[in-house]
């Protein structure tokens, strides 16, 4: 939109409003901000009431006793966030299907989605399948959410030396991913695992294969194959694309100031808009990474804001009690303003 173009518009409506507006957009960055105490506008749901929510992440059904997490607002510093309207999205997307795809904090922002939604319609008809992909349908709008695991979004491939994670193949999610309006794609956690939780005996990088690799650098080659695949297979005026970027882990004290040894116990937010120990390697290279796609792919970049939430996590309120869990994150909690900028990007 021209300058011309807004100056006649400005003084044909005779709003000075709709200028200010005009002007700010382009200037608008909502993930650079701070979280403010908000207890009047939050949370948005209840956990309780919403029959979708994954265990994992019902920190207040497991016993967490502070509140506090639950009433933070993310400010961004040049813009107001537009509140989640779920009724509204869900207009907006009748008759279509989103997917979100990747390991267990893409489910974790699936289940605030669908809980949100509930929430707006709590007596809407409902479909809920687990598998083989979970998901639900809110039937009157037919709008179907659903959740596609594939940690790694490349292949993993059963071999007769083992189970190989090939950084260059990517056959296994393009036949699930096929015919979505929009695909929500996350990956990062499961690529540094070892021990039994490592899901791969073996690496294929080209024709090469090895026990293993740096895994940073494996995960940017995995990551440069869903481009190519973005780049080459994907109808981007059919299909709307998203990566929801990096979600950050608090397993350090140091990394916020603090001499804890994790997030137990944490129950306010990093103070201002900076996060000490900067920006990961993971988001950088995720950035890296989108700069040379040649399709639209909106990056929700949630990492320096959700390393602002060392409070977030369900810690030892969670399924298992096995330990402090400061990988996941409560709901109500974080992704729900995740989601907040998700529906802001769409609408």
Known sequence: MGFKFQFLLCTFVSVLFICRQIAAAGQCNLFHGQWVYDPSS?????????????????CQKFGRPDRGFLKYSWK????????FDGANLLRRLRGKKIMFVGDSISLNQWSSLVCLLHA??????????????TYVKFEEYDVTILWNWSPFLVDIVQEPRGRVLNL??????KKAW?????????????????GTAKIWDYVRDGSTV??????????????????RWVNTSVDSSRTKLFFQGISPDHYWGHEWGSRANNCAGEQQPVKGARYPAGRPEAAKIVDKVSSRLRKAVHVLDITTMSQLRKDAHPSIYNQNHSGSDCTHWCLPGLPDTWNQLFYAALV
């Open 168 to 173: 260059n193949s990517i056959e296994q999610g």
């Open 76 to 83: 961004p510093n040049s813009c107001n966030l537009p509140r």
């Open 210 to 227: 090895r026990k293993d690799m740096n895994r940073v650098a494996a995960f940017y080659k995995g990551l440069r194959t869903w481009a």
């Open 178 to 194: 096929r015919g979505m309006d929009v695909l929500v794609f996350d990956t990062w956690h499961w690529w540094t695992f070892n």
């Open 120 to 133: 707006a319609v709590p007596n809407a008809r409902t479909t809920f399948e687990k598998s083989p992909i």
């Open 42 to 58: 939050y949370p948005l749901y209840n956990s309780s009431t919403c029959p979708f929510i994954d265990p994992m992440f019902d």
